[in-house]
Every structure is written in structure tokens, then in C-alpha cells.
């Protein structure tokens, strides 16, 4: 049996402690918050994140970061983008070397640009850093429906070990050497979901929810390219995959803040009615400050920030990336 401890009561963290634990997994679930740990021992269930889930009695829920992580074989980093680097600060002096930490959130980090993996080798330089990614909303994995995910590892062996752990008849789970690929998808394609709900929030229709799918994958391939990704991890599960479900979904918090703001509340109105994190607007600068770094024309990202920075409308932004100067779909493709 595998002892697995979860970081972090949301509803992905609650989702993938249910995966864990009826693979025959001991889990333990730790929050940093104390009235967290309370209403999950309690409730048996996150309320809010993910209500109707249950977690069953034998997982252990502690607000103990000594007792969550001893003896654990696998630590699953759970909590949100922004607090991945100081939830890993507590773990400085608690964990082994070579201990095998699965980060599950999806972002860059502000100021530094780095990705959340990237965050665990800084702060725990002795860490196996993995990567687990893909359209895998924790409202219909928590409900057993079909998914599939990827992770990504330096190490091939280490892969194959997270793979096994987590797999089973409702969650299909690849591996893959390419992690900054899998980790930039991620994170990217939450920019690209908040233009898909601002141009729902207009009132637009299908055909521009495919076109911004289709040019943002686009947009993000070419950078993750340029940061020495592969282009075929953006065309699979952490690319364009993850793409479409958070666009389209929703279940999709980034879409929602996005159809809030086309329909013209400002971003803090939008994540306050949300209420949940939006990580997309976090990761918006981090792709524009990273798009001119790598020299890579992105102007759905910058679309993206003029609205939620420069307080430019939306509709008004629209246009004028409708009106840029026309060229080729594939420019190195060869004419006659």
C-alpha cells in the first residue's frame, strides 16, 4: 500500500484523494486552514469546492504538516498556484531527499515566470518535481466519469510509479518526458478561456469561441516551442485538449470570470462573484511578459490583458484584432 498525502482541501485536492484512496492508497488530505480541516472532518465533504463528494472515513484530514507528510511515499501538491511556493516552504526539513512531489496546479508564478514544478526544485532542490495535467474538471472526476490526464517527469521510472498510483477504469493517465510543455498548456490555456467567455459575455457565438480555440492553441504552441517545449505535447492532452474543456466548460472558472467581464464587470467584480480563483489572470501578464522575452506574437494574450489591465472594452478590443493585417495561416508553408 502507498501512503499518499494530499496538500490542500479544495475540491481537485478532495477529487484526487478519492482517486488515490479507492486505488487502494492510504491518504491523508492536510489544509492549512483550521476551520477547513473542521468542516471537512465534519462534513465529509468540501461544501463549496466540490459538494456531494464524499470522502470516505478513512482518509485522514489533518491540519498537521508533521503528522500529513511523515512516512508519506508520494506528497500531491494540491493547493492553488499562487500559494504552491510557500505550502512547499513548509515542507523544507519535513521530506527526504528524492521525495516524489505531484504538482496538480496550473500556473506561472508572478515575477519570476516560473512553473510550478520549476517552484518545487527552487525551494526543495532534492525533490522528484511531476506534473499531473489535463481536461480533468474535479466536479465529474469526483463523479467517476471518464477522464484522461497526463503527467510529465524528468525521470522515466518515476513516471511510470506516479501512473501507476493514480490509474484506473475512470482515470486514464499517460506520461510524458516533456513537463514544461504539459505545465505551459496548463497554464496557458486558462488566458485563452477567459477570452472565450468575454466573447460569450458580448454575446458572440460559436464560430468565435472556435476561432480563439484554434488561434490560442496556436499562440501557445509557438511560445512553448520558443521556452523549448515539443509541439506535439500541445497538440495532446495538456495542449489542446485542456484547451477545449476549459473554454467550453461549466464547470470552467476562468470562462465564467471571462463571460462576467464581457458583460462588463471589472476583473475583481468577476472573481469575487466567482469565488473562486481565476488563475488565468495571474498567468495573462506572466504570458505577455514571457511573449516579448521570447520575441512570439500572441495577440490573444495581449488582447487578454488590454481588457483586464488597461481598462480597455472588450468589444472595442475585439475589433481591432479582427482589423490586424492579414496574413497567412502557416507562413512557412511553400506557394507554387
Same mark, same amino acid.
Given at each position: ?33 483550521? @476551520? ?7 462534513? @465529509? ?10 470522502? $470516505? ?11 500529513? +507528510?511523515?512516512?508519506?511515499? +508520494? ?27 505531484? $504538482? ?39 463523479? =467517476? ?23 484506473? $477504469?475512470?482515470? @486514464? ?89 464581457? =458583460? ?31 520575441? +512570439? ?34 507562413? $512557412?508553408?511553400?506557394?507554387?
Amino acid at each position: 500500500m502507498t501512503k499518499v498525502t494530499v496538500l490542500g482541501g479544495g475540491g481537485w485536492a478532495i477529487a484526487l484523494a478519492k482517486v488515490l484512496f479507492e486505488n487502494g492508497n492510504e491518504v491523508t488530505i492536510w489544509s492549512k486552514l483550521e @476551520r477547513e480541516v473542521e468542516a471537512l472532518k465534519t462534513d @465529509r465533504e468540501n461544501k463549496v469546492g466540490l459538494p456531494g463528494v464524499k470522502i $470516505d472515513e478513512k482518509i485522514n484530514i489533518t491540519g498537521d504538516m508533521d503528522e500529513a +507528510v511523515k512516512g508519506a511515499d +508520494v506528497i500531491v501538491m494540491a493547493v492553488a498556484s499562487s500559494f504552491v511556493r510557500s505550502t512547499a516552504e513548509l515542507l523544507v526539513g519535513k521530506i527526504p531527499a528524492n521525495q516524489i512531489i505531484v $504538482d496538480v496546479a496550473k500556473g506561472i508564478e508572478s515575477g519570476t515566470y516560473k512553473t510550478m514544478t520549476e517552484i518545487l526544485e527552487d525551494v526543495l532542490p532534492d525533490c522528484n518535481a511531476v506534473v499531473l495535467s489535463g481536461p480533468s474538471h474535479a466536479e465529474e472526476v469526483g463523479r =467517476q466519469l471518464p477522464t484522461a490526464v497526463v503527467i510529465g517527469a524528468k525521470k522515466k521510472d518515476i513516471a511510470e510509479k506516479v501512473q501507476n498510483i493514480f490509474a484506473n $477504469d475512470y482515470f @486514464r493517465v499517460y506520461i510524458s518526458p516533456d513537463r514544461k510543455s504539459i505545465e505551459l498548456g496548463g497554464s496557458l490555456k486558462n488566458v485563452i478561456a477567459l477570452a472565450a467567455g468575454i466573447a460569450d459575455g458580448l454575446g458572440y457565438g460559436d464560430n468565435t469561441e472556435a476561432a480563439l480555440i484554434t488561434r490560442g492553441i496556436k499562440e501557445i504552441t509557438q511560445l512553448g516551442v520558443a521556452m523549448g517545449g515539443h509541439a506535439r505535447t500541445f497538440h495532446g492532452l495538456s495542449g489542446i485538449g485542456d484547451l477545449i474543456v476549459t473554454c467550453d466548460s461549466k464547470h470552467s472558472r476562468n470562462r465564467r470570470a471571462g463571460v462576467l467581464i464581457g =458583460q462588463g464587470k471589472t476583473l475583481e467584480e468577476a472573481v469575487k462573484e466567482v469565488n473562486m480563483v481565476v488563475e488565468g489572470a495571474v498567468s495573462a501578464e506572466a504570458a505577455l511578459e514571457l511573449s516579448k522575452k521570447y520575441d +512570439v506574437d500572441m495577440p490573444i494574450v495581449e488582447a487578454v490583458n488590454e481588457v483586464l489591465f488597461q481598462d480597455k472594452k472588450a468589444s472595442v478590443v475585439m475589433k481591432e484584432m479582427m482589423k490586424r493585417a492579414l496574413t497567412n495561416e502557416f507562413a $512557412d508553408m511553400d506557394w507554387e
